[in-house]
């Protein structure tokens, strides 16, 4: 098993599900986008630049998704809380996922990317 796979795996349920759904969307948004183990977590790449992760709240014990250049992003529904460059998405893991909040936002990553130069 991998560390990734360990990662999930080792979640407690409903949290370890909502990463995995969560994994699956960020990696059905383009062909581009790949999956690797950086810093302790799993981590999504666009062409091999740092894209977003998937983490847990210590504080509010919510799985979520971070957003590597959402200081760039207004969205009021992400946190920045104490980091300069990134912002996260809290996902409630008992509720259906916002698959339209998320989808639409991974999609103004993209094209940040895709159009603008992301320096990682």
Aim: aromatic content about 12%.
């Amino acid at each position: 098993m991998t560390e990734i796979e360990n990662y999930y795996s080792n979640q407690p349920e409903p949290i370890k599900g909502t990463l995995l759904a969560l994994k699956d969307i960020v990696l059905s948004q383009d062909k581009n986008i790949s999956q690797d183990w950086k810093y302790g977590m799993p981590f999504f790449s666009y062409k091999g630049k740092m894209f977003c992760y998937l983490w847990v709240h210590k504080k509010y014990k919510q799985p979520y998704l971070g957003i590597v250049e959402g200081g760039q992003m207004e969205e009021p529904y992400l946190l920045q809380e104490k980091r300069s460059r990134m912002k996260i998405m809290l996902i409630d893991a008992n509720k259906n996922l916002p698959l339209h909040q998320i989808e639409t936002l991974l999609k103004k990553v993209l094209k940040l990317y895709q159009f603008k130069r992301v320096n990682c």
